[in-house]
């Protein structure tokens, strides 16, 4: 007769408690440990619930038949919360066994134990459309192999061999590292990619979506992902203020880091934006693209920095408040057979936007140069190495607030490293290298251009910036795993060529010069390199002569006038190593 008065308080207790928990809502086969929280809050909100029912009752005395011993409730919460969740576990495995045996499955193998390997192999099997059974996961920390995660086997890297891939039938190595540094990955995936198996990569924690991994994302592994590093965070709250209501400059804005500083400036509330380049088509395409997003307040004008005239009449309708300076020739072997060319643009360009932010009073000029232009070796570097001597000049006026970013090779940047190799892969063969020894610093164009544009709100003027750029990587290596990562072998299907350096080329670029050191900023990935103390006056002169010589077009004069000016310049496979002063072996030993 109590179970009449017991089972309807019951039911309507269960009801309430369940429904106010929202246990209902998970779907059974996907449960986890957040489904079993929840199913364990709402037994104990039960138990709260039918205990105040029962203390109610043994107080007012309503009803005499409806008491329940507190023991019985207890025993009941914990029978409810055992049964409850062990069912759901019970029917989440015996789905996964039926299912999992009516597919065609990959079996995958994933490289790394940690965090990241765990999330990624939660995430596999989770996911019933992605076909993939994990078999186990690969690591070398010591304190990990031989044991068992999640009921799989943790191996050594020693083990993966083709015969082991072979006997385990593994189709693909999924490699899920956070963090990892450059080199450490791209041997990783020397190793494996030697496999007769796929490789994948998970992707960094700041590309998941919504902070949360998807099976999809999970991609065939390219190149490009070798060379990243930790993400950068350049979250400056002054960057929006340092724009916002200004007019802005962009020099050689149709290039790969010109047009690139325009799509992150395009996010910020300025006045105008003016976007220069000498090169048409590819300026229209950046102007289709401002147009296609619906732009305001942006205008594309054809133009050279060379021309002093064009470039004063810009001056003269647009007065700029920040000067953001990318215009130059940068292919080092082109610029050694034209030197006059590179003068023409890096020294005498440079020069006549300086000078003109000066006359015009702008607040800020930031010129992107390159590591080729410590110790130069070549004539490009030697002309950005002077065009940064003659900022840090004009700085000296305290008129215009002149800074330079310096950074390493831009990866998808035109004339790169990576699109040859794929260019030369695609044609069948072979890849081209100057020399096997030979190392390069590499950073993506969206990391360059926050670089650039945090330095115009860190710079107080005079300061060259230099971005840390990790560890360099062996080109070599880069070239024998652009290979196997196309699903071919080296050099059975495809060789790589030694042709030797090219004219002004380096073995291994250089961040900073020999008597440059560094000093920190508030970022711990960006220092301001400590350069020597210069005669102002005597430098503007000197590179005011380059410039007048230049005009003769005798590249041997101008070349010569550029080592006067800047003496760590020593030509490197170069007709211009005759030029080189006898104090050269000086240097060079300085150098090593």
Not at 253 to 276: D, M, P, W
Not at 324 to 345: C, D, R, S, T, W
Not at 437 to 444: A, D, E, H, S, V
Not at 507 to 515: H, M, T
Request: aromatic fraction near 8%.
């Amino acid at each position: 007769s109590k179970l009449v008065y017991q089972i309807p308080c019951v039911i309507i207790a269960s009801l309430i408690s369940f429904y106010t928990v929202g246990s209902y809502k998970g779907i059974i086969r996907h449960t986890g440990f957040r489904d079993a929280i929840k199913v364990t809050l709402a037994s104990l909100l039960m138990l709260i619930f039918l205990s105040g029912c029962v203390f109610v009752n043994r107080t007012i005395d309503v009803f005499e038949n409806f008491t329940i011993p507190l023991s019985i409730l207890i025993i009941h919460f914990l029978l409810n919360t055992l049964v409850l969740i062990a069912s759901r576990f019970l029917f989440k495995e015996v789905y996964n066994l039926i299912f999992s045996n009516l597919k065609n499955e990959s079996r995958v193998l994933i490289y790394g134990a940690g965090e990241s390997g765990l999330i990624t192999f939660n995430v596999l099997k989770q996911d019933k459309t992605s076909k993939i059974k994990v078999l186990g996961f690969v690591d070398n920390n010591k304190n990990k192999i031989g044991k068992e995660i999640n009921g799989l086997k943790v191996y050594s890297p020693q083990i993966l061999t083709e015969d082991f891939i072979t006997k385990k039938n593994i189709s693909e190595i999924i490699i899920s590292i956070q963090y990892i540094k450059s080199a450490h990955l791209m041997k990783i995936v020397q190793n494996v990619s030697e496999l007769p198996v796929k490789v994948k990569i998970v992707p960094p924690v700041k590309d998941w979506i919504n902070n949360s991994l998807k099976a999809n994302q999970i991609k065939k592994i390219k190149i490009e992902d070798l060379l990243g590093r930790a993400p950068i965070d350049l979250d400056n709250p002054i960057l929006e203020s340092e724009f916002k209501d200004k007019v802005v400059l962009v020099t050689g804005a149709a290039g790969s880091i010109g047009s690139e500083i325009a799509r992150q400036i395009e996010h910020f509330k300025y006045k105008q934006l003016i976007l220069v380049d000498q090169a048409e088509s590819d300026l229209y395409n950046l102007q289709q693209y401002f147009w296609n997003k619906d732009v305001k307040n942006f205008t594309a004008i054809v133009g050279d920095v060379r021309n002093e005239e064009s470039m004063q009449a810009l001056f003269e309708e647009f007065h700029p408040d920040i000067v953001l300076h990318a215009a130059a020739y940068k292919h080092v072997p082109f610029m050694e057979q034209y030197p006059n060319e590179a003068i023409g643009v890096n020294v005498k360009g440079t020069k006549i936007i300086a000078d003109l932010c000066v006359k015009f009073k702008t607040d800020k000029f930031v010129m992107i140069s390159t590591d080729k232009a410590v110790n130069p070796t070549n004539v490009m570097g030697a002309t950005k190495r002077i065009a940064e001597i003659y900022i840090n000049s004009l700085n000296k006026l305290q008129i215009t607030k002149f800074i330079t970013t310096r950074f390493g090779n831009v990866l998808g940047s035109n004339g790169s490293v990576i699109p040859l190799f794929q260019a030369q892969i695609e044609s069948g063969g072979p890849l081209t290298l100057t020399d096997k020894r030979i190392t390069r610093y590499f950073m993506t164009i969206p990391e360059a251009c926050k670089l650039v544009l945090e330095a115009s709100t860190m710079g107080k003027g005079g300061e060259i910036f230099v971005f840390d750029m990790g560890e360099s990587i062996k080109i070599m290596d880069l070239a024998i795993n652009m290979i196997h990562l196309s699903g071919l072998k080296y050099p059975e299907d495809i060789d790589i060529k030694i042709i030797g350096l090219r004219p002004g080329e380096k073995i291994k670029e250089e961040l900073l010069a020999n008597d440059e050191n560094t000093i920190p900023t508030h970022h711990k990935k960006i220092m301001i390199a400590k350069t020597r103390a210069i005669n102002a006056k005597v430098f503007i002169k000197k590179i005011e002569d380059l410039c007048a010589i230049n005009a003769d077009l005798d590249a041997k004069k101008s070349v010569a006038k550029m080592k006067k000016i800047v003496p760590e310049f020593i030509s490197n496979h170069s007709i211009y190593e005759e030029l080189d002063a006898n104090n050269s072996k000086i240097i060079v030993l300085k150098r090593a």
